[in-house]
C-alpha cells in the first residue's frame, strides 16, 4: 500500500512539473527583511515611542525602589517590637513593586508585539503591491536562501515605497 501511493505521489509531482512553466520564466525576487524592517521610518518613530515608555517607566520604577530603601533604612533604627509591626508594611510596598514591574513589562511587550505586526503587516502588503504591479510571481525573505544574485534584490525599492507612504 505505501509503495501505491509513493508512486501516486511521484506522478501527481511530475505532472506538476510537467503542466507549469519552468521557473526560468517565472519572475522572481528577494529582500532583506531585516534591513527594510530597520529602515522604515516607522519602525524608528515606534523605537521612539517605545523607548520612551520605557525610560518613564525606569524612572519611576526608580522612585519606587527609593522608596522601599528609605522605608528600610527607617526600619533598621526601630526596635525589634516596631521592625515587627512594620513588616507587614514593607512587604506589602515590595509586592507592589513587583506587581507594578511584572505589569509594566507586560504592558510594554504587548506594544511592541502590536508595533511589530503592524510594520511587518506594512511590509508584506507593500511587497504585494509592488509584486503585483511589477509581475513577480515569487519575492523571497532572503534568509531562507542559500545564495541571492544582488540583481534580483527589490529591498531598496520596498524601503523607498514604505517610506514614500509613511505618514507621522
Known amino acids: 500500500m505505501r509503495k501505491v501511493w509513493v508512486i501516486l505521489w511521484v506522478t501527481v509531482f511530475c505532472l506538476g512539473l510537467w ?7 517565472e519572475k522572481i525576487a528577494y529582500v532583506d527583511l531585516s534591513r527594510i524592517f530597520s529602515e522604515y521610518n516607522k519602525t524608528k518613530d515606534y523605537d521612539k515611542i517605545l523607548t520612551d ?7 519611576d520604577r526608580e522612585k ?19 521592625k515587627e509591626a512594620k513588616q507587614g508594611d514593607l512587604e506589602s510596598r515590595i509586592k507592589t513593586l513587583q506587581d507594578y514591574d511584572r ?4 504592558d510594554l511587550r ?9 510594520i511587518l503587516k506594512d511590509i508584506e502588503d507593500t511587497v504585494k503591491q509592488f509584486s503585483e504591479k511589477e509581475g513577480y510571481t515569487l519575492v523571497f525573505n532572503d534568509r531562507v536562501l542559500i545564495y541571492q544574485n544582488k540583481s534580483m534584490d ?3 525599492k520596498i524601503i523607498e515605497l514604505l517610506n514614500k507612504g509613511y505618514k507621522k
Open 110 to 118: 504587548k506594544d511592541q508585539d502590536e508595533k511589530m505586526k503592524e
Open 53 to 59: 515608555k520605557e525610560n518613564a517607566y525606569s524612572t
Open 19 to 25: 503542466v507549469r512553466p519552468s521557473l526560468a520564466e
Open 103 to 106: 505589569q509594566k513589562q507586560t
Open 154 to 156: 527589490i529591498t531598496d
Open 64 to 82: 519606587k525602589v527609593n522608596e522601599i530603601k528609605q522605608f528600610q533604612d527607617k526600619m533598621n533604627l526601630l526596635s525589634d517590637k516596631e
